[in-house]
C-alpha cells in the first residue's frame, strides 16, 4: 500500500474514533440514568423520577459521571473497528475489481466488530463502575481484582 494509502487509512480511523467519542458524550447521560435504573433494589422509579433525582442529589453534572471512561472506551473500541475496518477494506479493493460485494462487506466488519471487541472488555467494565461509582480509584481497583484472565 502507497503512503498516501496509509494516509488515508490512519484519517479515517482517527474522524472515525473522534465521532464516537462525540456521540458518546451526548448519550451518556441517558446510558448513566439507565444503569442507575436497573441496579435499583426495588423498582421504585421511573426515567423522570430518576432524572430529578440525580439532579437534585447530586447536581446537573452528575449526569456526566464516568464520562472519561465513556470517551476511552469509544476510542478504543470504535477507533479500533474503523481502523481494522478500513485495512481490510484496502486489502479487498486491490484484489477485486469493481466495488466490494456486500457479502464481503459484512464479513469485513464481523472481523472489525471482533477485533475491537476483544481489545476492550477492560473499558467496559471500567465504563460501568464509573457511572455507577463515579470515582476512578476504586473503579480501577475493581477492574483489576475482578477481571485477572485478561492479564498474562
Not at 35 to 58: C, E, W
Not at 123 to 133: G, I, P, V
Request: contains cysteine; glycine residues 10%.
Amino acid at each position: 500500500m502507497s503512503a498516501k494509502g496509509k494516509k488515508q487509512i490512519a484519517q479515517r480511523w482517527y474522524l472515525g474514533g473522534i465521532a464516537s467519542a462525540g456521540a458518546a458524550c451526548g448519550t451518556h447521560p441517558l446510558d448513566l440514568l439507565k444503569v442507575h435504573l436497573q441496579t435499583q433494589q426495588v423498582v421504585k422509579r421511573g426515567f423522570v423520577h430518576m432524572i430529578s433525582d440525580v439532579v437534585k442529589h447530586d447536581g446537573v453534572l452528575a449526569l456526566y459521571n464516568g464520562l472519561t471512561a465513556s470517551v476511552l472506551r469509544q476510542l478504543t473500541y470504535s477507533g479500533a473497528r474503523y481502523g481494522v475496518y478500513e485495512v481490510l477494506k484496502g486489502h479487498a479493493l486491490t484484489n477485486t475489481d469493481g466495488p466490494i460485494p456486500l457479502y464481503l462487506k459484512i464479513f469485513m466488519s464481523t472481523i472489525a466488530d471482533l477485533y475491537g471487541y476483544d481489545i476492550c472488555p477492560e473499558c467496559r467494565l471500567t465504563f460501568d463502575y464509573l457511572l455507577k461509582e463515579g470515582e476512578i480509584i476504586v473503579t480501577l481497583l475493581m477492574v483489576y481484582g475482578e477481571c485477572p484472565e485478561k492479564r498474562e
